[in-house]
Structures are given as C-alpha cells and as structure tokens.
C-alpha cells in the first residue's frame, strides 16, 4: 500500500473516530441532514427529486423544490436527512423477494420516486441534471437564501390536493404553487 494511501485511511479513522465523539460527522460538511449521512449521498438524492420534480421549471422552481426537501429535512416533523425526507411513504415487501421493501405505487411524498418508472436519467437530459447537481450542493451547503419563505409543500398549479387548505400560501413559481406547513399558535404574515 502507498504511503499517501496509508495516510489518507488513517485521516478517514480520525475523522470517523472524531464523530462518535463529537456526535457530528466530519464529512457531512454542514450536519443538517445528521451526523450519519454521506454528503454525497444526501446530494445525489437532492439532486434526483430536483431534476424529476422541476426539471421543465425555471431556475428559481428548480431551487424552490430544492428549498421544500431541506425545508423538511430541517423540520423535526419530517425525517432527518434528504433521502429519508424524499423517501418517506408507505412500503411493502417486493413481489420478486420478500426481504426488499418496494414503494407503495402513488403514495410518496415526491410522485417521481413511487411512479413505477425508470429513475435513470436520460443521456438527452445529462446536462439538466448536472444543473440539478450545482443546486444540490448550493442548498446543501447553504450558500442560498429560502425565497420560499419557509415552504414544506407544493403542488403543480393543474391539480387541488386536500391537503392545500390546512396549509399557507408562500408563492408561486412557474407551474407550483408553495405552502407551508403552521406549528400550531405561529402567527406569521401570509406571503402572496
């Protein structure tokens, strides 16, 4: 084994070793998404709900999409990190082996991740994803500012989902319209 190579294990250990003892993950970068999940792992699945959710909107619909996963992940009544929060839906064991938990078809948080389609990105499409990427990492990391005002949830403008009535309007971008979900006895100003 090289020297370099030893070197850079030995610097991985301590870095591991050093979030057992710190409770947070050196290699997470900003620890939002909790101290046990890759940072690049948690981007690539940001970076997936991005280009399947918004990948025909506007930049500013891509971020805003972007904004309602870590929104959520940031929201202790969601789970806390990115993959579990785009995830997050009922299950059921697979038809071809019982030990592998499936999606329930249509029940998902995010449509794109229980469709029932193929989640690999087309060759025509690369470019939009690497896009989908560069916001990934910039939320991640949080060199943007939330101009969802705080937004959990949104819906495509053609469609009323129940759920839209018990929730405040935040904006509208492109063809979503933004909400976010109240703690109870939070009075905030209600964006337009």
């Not at 970068?29 to 909107?57: M, P």
């Not at 993959?83 to 999606?103: A, Y």
């Not at 948080?109 to 389609?117: A, P, R």
């Not at 060759?123 to 101009?147: S, V």
């Given at each position: 084994m090289k020297k370099r190579t030893k070197w850079y294990l030995l610097a991985c250990a301590l870095s591991f070793a050093g979030g057992f003892y710190t409770g947070q993950s050196a290699f997470a970068g900003e620890a939002n998404a909790a101290a046990f999940h890759a940072s690049y792992t948690e981007q690539k699945c940001l970076a997936d709900n991005i280009y399947w959710e918004a990948r025909n909107q506007s930049t500013k619909g891509m971020i805003g999409v972007a904004f309602v996963t870590r929104?959520?992940?940031?929201?202790?009544?969601?789970?806390?990190?990115?993959?579990?929060?785009?995830?997050?839906?009922?299950?059921?064991?697979?038809w071809k082996d019982k030990n592998i938990m499936v999606p329930l078809r249509h029940r998902c948080q995010f449509s794109w991740y229980c469709d029932g389609k193929s989640d690999n990105i087309p060759t025509i499409d690369l470019d939009i994803y690497e896009f989908a990427r560069t916001i990934a990492f910039k939320i991640y990391n949080g060199h943007l500012t939330d101009f969802t005002v705080g937004a959990t949830h949104y819906h495509a403008d053609y469609v009323t989902p129940a759920w839209a009535k018990s929730k405040t309007k935040t904006i509208t971008i492109d063809e979503h319209i933004f909400y976010r979900w109240e703690r109870p006895n939070e009075n905030r100003l209600q964006v337009q």
């Amino acid at each position: 084994m090289k020297k370099r190579t030893k070197w850079y294990l030995l610097a991985c250990a301590l870095s591991f070793a050093g979030g057992f003892y710190t409770g947070q993950s050196a290699f997470a970068g900003e620890a939002n998404a909790a101290a046990f999940h890759a940072s690049y792992t948690e981007q690539k699945c940001l970076a997936d709900n991005i280009y399947w959710e918004a990948r025909n909107q506007s930049t500013k619909g891509m971020i805003g999409v972007a904004f309602v996963t870590r929104n959520r992940v940031n929201d202790t009544r969601f789970p806390h990190s990115y993959c579990e929060v785009i995830k997050q839906g009922p299950e059921r064991p697979s038809w071809k082996d019982k030990n592998i938990m499936v999606p329930l078809r249509h029940r998902c948080q995010f449509s794109w991740y229980c469709d029932g389609k193929s989640d690999n990105i087309p060759t025509i499409d690369l470019d939009i994803y690497e896009f989908a990427r560069t916001i990934a990492f910039k939320i991640y990391n949080g060199h943007l500012t939330d101009f969802t005002v705080g937004a959990t949830h949104y819906h495509a403008d053609y469609v009323t989902p129940a759920w839209a009535k018990s929730k405040t309007k935040t904006i509208t971008i492109d063809e979503h319209i933004f909400y976010r979900w109240e703690r109870p006895n939070e009075n905030r100003l209600q964006v337009q």
